[in-house]
């Protein structure tokens, strides 16, 4: 497989996403060895690099992720997150960044990872209570302590990137970034470039949308997120199955699937960008694997750049408000 770097961080263009097979998502946690084997499948293919966090679960995910490496934890780059839940004080959710908290929050990812290190570890969401600065200092403790080897943050804004970076060298910024989601572009990326910061997409595939399985959301468990995301419903998904329709056309003529294609068009935006697809199963991820090898065009991906913006924010209310620009 190909790679790419992040900062000084080496790993596979097309990563793994674990966060669906145990939340969120219809069928999170209800068949662990088929989400063991995805993630073996997936070193087996030669990806090696896997995206995790304490919140999904919460616990869970990264306790499955653990036990999926056993004896196999040098062969991959694994990235986990903090900063949902807050464990000073008590257990509970709700954005915590205090450095007192990151300190509690990566012994707990350690011991559940069953690894003496974090390779690369995020703030999964920027607090505005704690100094961007602190977030960055304990980044540096950590690392001089060996528990981390690279910091991260997620859906941070130029202006936070900017200054946690100024403190400790930032190697990669995870958002959501895909044909339906292009927020990144106008003042994310162009920062990226400038630090030699590396880019890393989640939900690559817009939630699975982008795959031209989804036409409603009647066959979502009442839990999935995707439930009432405001682009699934009404209106919006109607108008949304348009833009899928015209990556459908594309796959077609590049003799791909969708999500190969979906996949191949945003490993163009970037040389120092990876997309970490989710999946719970072996022949979806074999299919997003496949991407590695899809070339586009220029004509093709032309007609992908033009491409209508979905309908509908990408989250409800409330996640929104925690998503810096």
């Known amino acids: 497989m190909k790679h790419t770097t992040l900062g000084t961080l080496d790993v596979t263009r097309i990563g793994l996403g674990a966060m669906t097979m145990s939340a969120y998502y219809t069928g ?15 070193l087996d293919l030669g990806v090696t690099f896997i995206d995790t966090a ?29 900063g949902f839940i807050s464990h000073v004080g008590g257990s509970q959710t709700g954005l915590n960044s205090r450095p007192e908290n990151i300190r509690a929050a990566v012994e707990g990812s350690l011991r559940r990872l069953n690894t003496d290190h974090i390779d690369l570890y995020y703030q999964h969401r920027v607090d505005p209570d704690t100094p961007i600065e602190d977030v960055a200092g304990t980044f540096a403790e950590l690392a001089a302590e060996g528990k981390i080897r690279h910091a991260g943050l997620s859906e941070a804004g130029p202006d ?18 895909s044909l339906w989601t292009r927020d990144v572009e106008a003042n994310v990326l162009p920062v990226l470039e400038e630090l030699g910061i590396g880019f890393v997409a989640y939900s690559p595939l817009g939630r699975g949308f982008l795959t031209g399985q989804i036409r409603s959301v009647e ?10 995301n405001p682009r699934f419903v009404g209106e919006n998904l109607k108008k949304n199955l348009q833009l899928v329709d015209e990556v459908k056309a ?32 072996v022949n979806r991820l074999e299919e997003n694997v496949g991407a590695d ?13 033009a491409l209508q913006p979905a309908v509908g924010n ?5 996640a929104m408000s925690v998503i810096e620009h």
């Open 28 to 42: 999170a946690g209800q068949n662990e060895d088929e989400s063991i084997r995805t993630i073996q499948r997936a």
């Open 54 to 82: 304490e919140v999904y679960g919460p616990y869970t995910n990264e306790e499955l992720v653990g036990r999926a490496l056993a004896g196999r934890r040098d062969q991959v780059v694994l990235a986990t997150k903090f």
């Open 160 to 177: 936070t990137i900017r200054r946690a970076h100024s403190v400790f060298p930032i190697t990669a910024v995870q958002s959501e970034y």
């Open 219 to 228: 066959d979502f468990a009442d839990d999935d997120i995707r439930k009432n």
């Open 250 to 281: 594309v796959a077609e003529d590049a003799d791909a699937t969708p999500a190969q294609v979906a996949l191949a068009w945003l490993l163009t935006r970037s040389p120092h960008l990876a997309v970490i697809p989710g999946t719970k199963h």
């Open 293 to 305: 090898q899809t070339t586009l065009t220029r004509e093709q991906i032309a007609r992908l750049d």
């Open 314 to 318: 990408r989250y409800e209310d409330g």
